[in-house]
């Protein structure tokens, strides 16, 4: 992985999301999807977009993958891998290119 | 470099290129296909398609001056460019151009909010505001200001307005266009221009008095490609101390009629906010006998129905914005209305509050009335609070999560605001689904009207939806794409005019409203034609067409 997640963001309704994120990204700083991103994004997210540099990295459902790729794009942040689960989830990494 | 504007040669647009990096910054001019992505349609029905409406780059301003500096370079080559605010208006398009190859101005860089004034309720924002920034503003300020929001927090209070959004709260401020009160605007050919109070040097009533003197052109910017504004004045809405809520319930079906005009007689009083109309009926129609009933609009049927099941056929929620006093009064005002014309109305005391609420009150789970209730999305945004929910429309869902949704649009017609006028509409949609889809059968009689504008209702046909569904197959996307036309040339035909649409719609939509041969857009394009000769601002926004371009109306239809 050429970009160490800053963080990962997971959708804990899952069990599978969570199984998943322990494989993906081991000693990678978690953190639960909330159901209303607001909080999340301008406390802690954002920040870490904005300085250009770093990876966030994700397993959550298409409509949260969506919602994050869209708030980091603002900050010229790309999509550098996404995978389809079942179940509905995506393991996916958004970071500089 | 993919895709080029249309009538632009490789080299030329390799030299608009360089002018542009001149302009604003080499890294904020954008041609990798990796960074463009966010500025297609996520949603498209077009999507990956030759014709998808994607831009050919991004260029990013920072200040006004940039903005007329790409504007005159864009006049030079004939450039077409396409301007957004956030770009985020998934339902209707996104950040999509309506003409390929265009280059997108993303305004986001110009994100300050310049003037706050709080004893005269007023702003004036630059358009990478967004409602989620403005909210901020205001908390971190702590101003006693209220915002009116669009659901997703994401979105741009300029962008929203010039697209005739929409909220939830009092009349006046959920009327975007109306609430605004003062434009910036970088002409097409890169002049600057105040509307208003704002083209009298030294004012200092740009945001108090909208109009000036003299013909008032700031109309022509919303949905409408005569300019890219750069700054917008609001009016905002004081907080008022309390918040309450009521609901009344009415037995019968023609019960809604009299309901109607008790609610619109309070509305243009400014006594509540947004009106949210349900019915109650909507469980019943997994019984047989009653959806037979609601199919046919059958209405003595359906009333006994809801009479020996015990619910109403229709309800509204108020909300009132004042002191506790006030809206307890008024409260008890619009009791006293309803049953002076329908006696057996049943009214319920919602929710009374003080202001500003807490999130844990937006939260409470105990709802005060029956159901349906509000969302907790609506309860978020009848207090000016901006989220970030994760959609419930597009994509899986949680509850069906091999159900996937790759569109997205939202599609609303404009009804008179009287109950003769949904009924009409609610017989009208029906048999639009019973011509377009023979055999499908689709109950609108318990269809609410939408009052997010104080004066109009909105309806949608829920049977094709906000998020199109079926086939996600190019094929089966252009054949929805194709209904979706059909369905509001239709419309159209039963007196229906849709009041927004993503870019591959506009034309359809514009089309609806074709009184005398067409003499409104006639009359838009040769404005149009006045103002912006080489037509390169925004070409076929709103249906409006430059000459240069013109001979592309409807092109994109398969």
């Known amino acids: 992985m050429p970009h160490v997640p800053a963080v990962l963001i997971v959708d804990e309704r899952f069990d599978a999301a969570r199984r998943l994120a322990s494989l993906a990204a081991p000693g990678v700083p978690r953190v639960a999807l909330p159901r209303d991103v607001f909080d999340l994004w301008h406390g802690r997210l954002e920040e870490v977009c904005r300085s250009g540099d770093r990876a966030i990295a994700g397993v959550t459902t298409e409509r949260g993958f969506f919602l994050l790729q869209t708030l980091a794009a603002e900050y010229r942040l790309r999509v550098l891998s996404s995978s389809a689960h079942t179940g509905s989830l995506v393991s996916w990494v958004l970071g500089p290119g | ?558």
């Open chain 2, 1 to 558: 470099m993919a895709i080029l504007p249309p009538g632009v040669t490789a080299t030329d647009f390799g030299k608009v290129l360089k002018e542009f990096e001149a302009a604003v910054g080499r890294e904020w001019v954008i041609t990798d296909p990796d960074d463009i992505h966010p500025y297609r349609d996520y949603f498209s029905m077009l999507k990956d398609q030759d014709d998808e409406l994607v831009p050919s780059a991004a260029v990013c301003p920072a200040s006004v001056e940039q903005v007329q500096a790409v504007v005159r370079i864009a006049n030079r080559y004939k450039v077409p460019l396409y301007a957004i605010s956030t770009g985020k208006n998934f339902a209707y398009g996104g950040p999509a151009p309506n003409l390929r190859g265009s280059v997108t101005v993303d305004l986001k860089r110009m994100n300050r909010v310049l003037e706050v004034d709080e004893k005269r309720h007023i702003a004036l924002v630059e358009p990478g505001v967004s409602y989620m920034d403005m909210y901020r503003h205001l908390e971190e300020h702590k101003l006693k200001l209220m915002i009116d929001t669009a659901d997703v927090g994401w979105g741009g209070l300029m962008g929203n307005t010039l697209d005739r959004g929409l909220g939830y709260t009092l009349g006046p401020y959920r009327d975007h266009v109306n609430a605004s009160c003062g434009m910036e605007v970088v002409l097409p050919n890169g002049e600057l221009m105040r509307t208003g109070m704002g083209a009298l040097p030294n004012s200092g009533a740009w945001q108090d008095y909208r109009y000036g003197f003299g013909p008032d052109p700031s109309g022509l910017f919303a949905q409408g490609n005569f300019g890219i504004v750069v700054k917008m004045g609001f009016r905002l809405m004081p907080m008022p101390e309390h918040w309450r809520t009521g609901l009344i319930t009415v037995p019968k079906r023609r019960d809604f009629l009299p309901l109607v005009d008790m609610v619109n007689y309070l509305t243009d009083l400014f006594v509540i906010g947004e009106p949210l109309y349900s019915s109650p009926l909507q469980p019943l129609l997994s019984d047989a006998a009653f959806r037979r009933a609601a199919l046919d609009f059958n209405e003595a049927e359906m009333d006994r129905h809801a009479a020996a099941s015990g619910r109403h056929s229709w309800q509204v929620e108020l909300q009132f914005y004042g002191s506790e006093k006030t809206t307890l009064a008024n409260w008890e005002w619009a009791q006293e209305l309803i049953r002076r014309t329908v006696p057996d109305a049943n009214c319920f005391a919602g929710d009374s509050l003080k202001m500003p609420v807490t999130q844990a009150q937006i939260d409470a789970a105990e709802h005060p009335y029956p159901a349906p209730y509000s969302s907790v999305m609506r309860r978020n945004v009848m207090h000016g609070v901006p989220k970030l929910y994760m959609w419930r429309s597009p994509g899986r869902t949680d509850d069906s999560p091999d159900t996937w949704n790759e569109t997205h649009i939202g599609l609303f017609s404009v009804v008179g605001r009287s109950g003769e006028a949904v009924f009409k509409a609610q017989k009208d949609f029906q048999d639009v689904v019973r011509r377009t889809r023979p055999g499908a059968e689709y109950v609108s009689s318990l269809t609410p009207p939408l009052q997010w504008h104080q004066s109009a209702f909105f309806i949608g046909n829920s049977f094709f939806g906000t998020t199109t569904r079926n086939d996600n197959s190019p094929e089966g996307k252009i054949r929805q794409l194709r209904e979706l036309r059909q369905v509001l040339k239709m419309n159209a035909e039963a007196g229906h005019g849709d009041y927004r649409a993503p870019p591959l719609l506009q034309d359809d939509v514009a089309d609806q409203y074709s009184f005398n041969n067409h003499a409104l857009r006639r009359f838009n394009e040769t404005l149009k034609d006045a103002i912006d000769p080489n037509g390169i601002l925004s070409p076929g926004r709103g249906g409006v067409w430059p000459k240069a371009h013109r001979s592309r109306r409807g092109a994109l239809r398969k």
